[in-house]
């Protein structure tokens, strides 16, 4: 069993588990608050939407940027510095509310700033589980990050809408502050090993700009990695899609309350699935994690959009979030694996890259798509009315259905090809793991001090 382990090989990493996860749902709160305010402000969902997009953008561009920085400092010490500052920010919004000169544009410039942070924080946390955790046990860690991140999803939004009538927005504010507090006093208390620089040629001065690269060229070098890459930027795409779409299809057919039931019944899967990978670890072959429960998620996103149902689209929605902390967490360990320690940063950087970018496509795609090409052709005297509108039904969203049984298609092609691809099917077995003498050498050296961590 996992936790049964933990005071012996876990210690570390659990404690800067708990304040992440506290400091990811107090992020949670005030993003829907601020959220909340900025629509309640200017009524207009354009301005509400770039909210997000403002806390997107700035992780794309600065990936390389945050991959290198990573690798050359401590990384114990770039969390502690990145939540630092998002604290900052999070008393810059409360200091303006309270003076009352907040800003919309101020909203978008708190959220990107925050979107900078995070661009370091999360490749300096995800790199440094492969230092502080047995190698056996990193399917069982990342799912236990995957669980803080749903358990923020569904908290965070429940939480903020009872508490904003209460303490209104800058009492939420605060408490985010506090959660931000918490998360650097966690990392205070430990200390994390450091990478074992492996021996590697070399040609020239080292630069900055060439460790940027180093990433990228380790990816390129290994056809596997290069693969797995590709195909999780195609599935980010299509998730994309979802992801951006949900929300209009329900809302086209049914009311708030059935798509709030929608969206916690979701949430609810994805705690699921995160509690069963924090316990189960993945199956023995990682791959086989990513690629059967993709495949899993492409028959969901069809099951969404076959009919108008609230049934069907809540068990689809169920079944969906239950896969992605399997593939998180078993894709995780394959990386965490086969990438040498002292460049994972700038490795998971360009991962993180690739993913938002593919992300952001599809948010810009999906609208215009929809509105202009789908819908039209699924009303009730569009050309596919008279054939694919029997089976799936005519009228407002339909054409939104159409997408998500295409992208669970697409979804189940992108697997079967991956699959059918030795490099990607047999990643585990073609590359060494890099990690595991790695952490074996760390460990051995590595004995959890409480009180040592702020050296």
Known sequence: MFFSTVTKHMKVFVIAWVGQTVSLIGSGLSS?????????????????ALIGLSALLPRVILAPFAGALVDRWDRRWV????????ALCTILALVLLMLNRLEVWQVYLVAGFNAVFSAVQWPAYTAAVSLIVPHKQLGRANGLMQFGQAAAEIAAPVLAGALVPLIRIQGVLLIDFATFIFGVATLLLVRFPKPEKAARPKTGPSSFWREMMEGWNYIISHKGLLGLLNFLTLISFLWGMVGALIVPMILSFT????????????????????????????????????????????????????????GLIALGAFSAHVTIA??????????QSKVPPEIQGRVFAAQQMFGK??????????GPMVDR???PLLLKNGWLAGTMGRIIGVGPGRGIGLVFIMMGMIKIGVVLAAYFKPNIRQIEDKMPDDIKIHSQIA??????DLHAGSR
Do not use: H
């Not at 909340?36 to 301005?47: K, L, M, N, P």
């Not at 969390?79 to 998002?86: E, H, K």
């Not at 993945?282 to 969901?300: D, H, N, Q």
């Not at 460990?443 to 959890?448: D, E, I, P, Q």
């Open 326 to 335: 399997m593939v998180y967490g078993s894709n995780q360990a394959i990386w």
């Open 443 to 448: 460990l051995s050296k590595f004995k959890v």
């Open 255 to 310: 009311s708030g309350k059935e798509l709030g039931a929608i969206l916690s019944t979701a949430g609810v899967g994805m705690l699921a699935g995160s509690l069963l990978m924090s316990f189960w670890g993945g199956p023995k072959r990682r791959i086989y994690g990513v690629l059967c429960f993709e495949l899993t998620a492409g028959i969901s996103f069809m099951v969404m959009g076959l009919r108008p149902s609230f």
């Open 79 to 86: 969390m502690i510095i990145s939540d630092s500052g998002a």
């Open 373 to 375: 090409v789908f819908n």
């Open 357 to 366: 970018a593919a992300a952001a496509l599809a948010y810009l795609l999906a």
């Open 32 to 48: 829907f608050a601020l959220g909340v305010w900025v629509f309640q402000q200017t009524g207009s969902a354009t301005q509400f």
